[in-house]
Structure formats: C-alpha cells, structure tokens
Nanobody, 121 residues
Framework: QVQLVESGGGLVQPGGSLRLSCAAS????????MGWYRQAPGKQRELVAT???????NYADSVKGRFTISRDNAKNMVYLQMNSLKPEDTAVYYC???????????????WGQGTQVTVSS
C-alpha cells in the first residue's frame, strides 16, 4: 500500500506564512510529478502547484510569486511554502503524486487526505 500524508496546515492571519509538507511512503517504485491542489467550500478542486522529478515547476496564476513548491526526492517528500497568505487561500490542501508502485507497470495518481488552511484575522 501507498500513503501520502500531509502536515503543516492551520490558522494564520492575512499576510502570514505556512509551510505544508507531504510524505509519500509504501511500496513506491518511482515518483514522477508531485503537487498540491486545494478545494474551498462550494468550489471544485484546483491545481496550486506541481513539480517534476527533475525540478520543473508549475503554478496557478493566483499563487505565483507567493507560493513555492519544492521536493526532496531522496525522502519522497514535497513541500509548499506559502507566503503573503490571503483569505481566498482558505481551503483544504491536498498532496498529489503521480507514481508507479512496485508490481504495477502503470503509474497512477495518488492523493493525501488533505490538510485545512484557514486565513483569517
């Protein structure tokens, strides 16, 4: 079995910062792209940022210049540094990994359980 476990969410004031972490564990053969998505109440899940195994990144326009995604391939971890947070960043943040697991030749998407980020004064 494979697990993605997020941590680092919480309540922060507007303008503040948070750092999310996600650890992938289990029978992992190879992780390709990792990323963060978010879902606000009443809205669809949306992409926040992704990063390839080679370090190429992609960001939603709404977070460019404020959020930074990074990963540690040796530890199977991905991070999201969030600065200058706004109330509209409030959402459940989900970790995603597109990866192959041992015994399966085809990669698939895997998701964490989500971590709540609330930006409010």
């Amino acid at each position: 079995q494979v697990q993605l476990v997020e941590s680092g969410g919480g309540l922060v004031q507007p303008g503040g910062s948070l750092r999310l972490s996600c650890a992938a564990s289990g029978s992992i053969f190879s992780i390709y792209t990792m990323g963060w998505y978010r879902q606000a109440p009443g809205k669809q899940r949306e992409l926040v940022a992704t990063i390839t195994s080679g370090g190429s990144t992609n960001y939603a326009d709404s977070v460019k210049g404020r959020f930074t995604i990074s990963r540690d391939n040796a530890k199977n971890m991905v991070y999201l540094q969030m600065n200058s947070l706004k109330p509209e960043d409030t959402a459940v943040y989900y970790c995603n990994a597109y990866m192959r697991i041992s015994g399966n030749p085809y990669p698939s998407d895997y998701w964490g359980q989500g971590t709540q980020v609330t930006v409010s004064s």
